[in-house]
């Protein structure tokens, strides 16, 4: 993706802080004591050296506004491709819950399926902050469910189309396999797969082969 998306995306993300700057200038504009500066939890998915997180948490960081006006990032990673049991959630919900107990945040910003979900399962340390999402490959709303203040960009692609071009091209074609991860990710890519190809009948033959490690 160019660079110019990442910075559109993390425009999107910082947009949600225009308040809390804005009010934070009208106080100095009346000789009050400014605001601190906002607060911006990013929670990623996976871990350090994944391109696809590396450049959207660059391009988030890369604030373009003034000095005075830079929220302050923290960075966590939940390192949830090389481990994605749930005794890593819980060594990380009580990282998180030790390590940012008694403060809030003014957003959270959250890259792919398992941080959002993470984000929305922990009420009780995040309570009902502002959440923007990217990279979703799940149903939102399977995820989100009743929580307030979240919205985002899904990760979305015309497979039908891309399935039945394919099938044009290849009309002798008699099986399609599928190799995704063997995670909550790869289960939402699966069905997105599989909806798309209730839209083409007649399909081949479809083989899932869900892999630990990708």
């Given at each position: 993706m160019k660079a110019r998306t990442w910075r559109w995306l993390a425009g999107l993300w910082l947009a949600c802080l225009c308040a809390t700057a804005a009010a934070g200038?009208?106080?100095?504009?009346?000789?009050?004591?400014?605001?601190?500066?906002?607060?911006?939890?990013v929670l990623l998915s996976y871990h350090p050296g994944f391109g696809w997180e590396d450049r959207i948490l660059s391009g988030l960081t890369e604030w373009g506004g003034a000095t005075r006006d830079r929220p302050v990032f923290h960075v966590e990673w939940m390192d949830?491709?090389?481990?994605?049991?749930?005794?890593?959630?819980?060594?990380?919900?009580?990282?998180?819950?030790?390590?940012?107990?008694?403060?809030?945040?003014?957003?959270?910003?959250?890259?792919?399926?398992?941080?959002?979900?993470?984000?929305?399962?922990?009420?009780?340390?995040?309570?009902?902050?502002?959440?923007?999402?990217s990279g979703i490959n799940a149903a939102p709303e399977r995820i989100v469910g009743a929580r307030a203040n979240v919205t985002g960009i899904l990760e979305r692609f015309d497979l039908a189309r891309t399935l039945g071009t394919a099938l044009v091209l290849h009309p002798r074609t008699r099986?399609?396999?599928?190799?995704?991860?063997?995670?909550?990710?790869?289960?939402?890519?699966?069905?997105?797969?599989?909806?798309?190809?209730?839209?083409?009948?007649?399909?081949?033959?479809?083989?899932?082969?869900?892999?630990?490690?990708?």
């Open positions: 200038g009208a106080a100095v504009a009346r000789g009050e004591a400014p605001s601190r500066p906002p607060r911006v939890l949830a491709k090389r481990y994605p049991d749930a005794g890593q959630r819980e060594r990380l919900t009580r990282y998180m819950g030790s390590k940012y107990a008694g403060q809030r945040f003014d957003l959270i910003a959250t890259v792919d399926d398992d941080a959002l979900a993470f984000v929305v399962a922990q009420a009780g340390l995040f309570g009902d902050t502002p959440v923007v999402f099986r399609l396999l599928f190799i995704t991860p063997d995670s909550d990710n790869g289960a939402a890519m699966r069905a997105t797969i599989d909806a798309a190809l209730a839209r083409l009948p007649g399909h081949p033959a479809v083989e899932h082969w869900p892999t630990p490690r990708l």
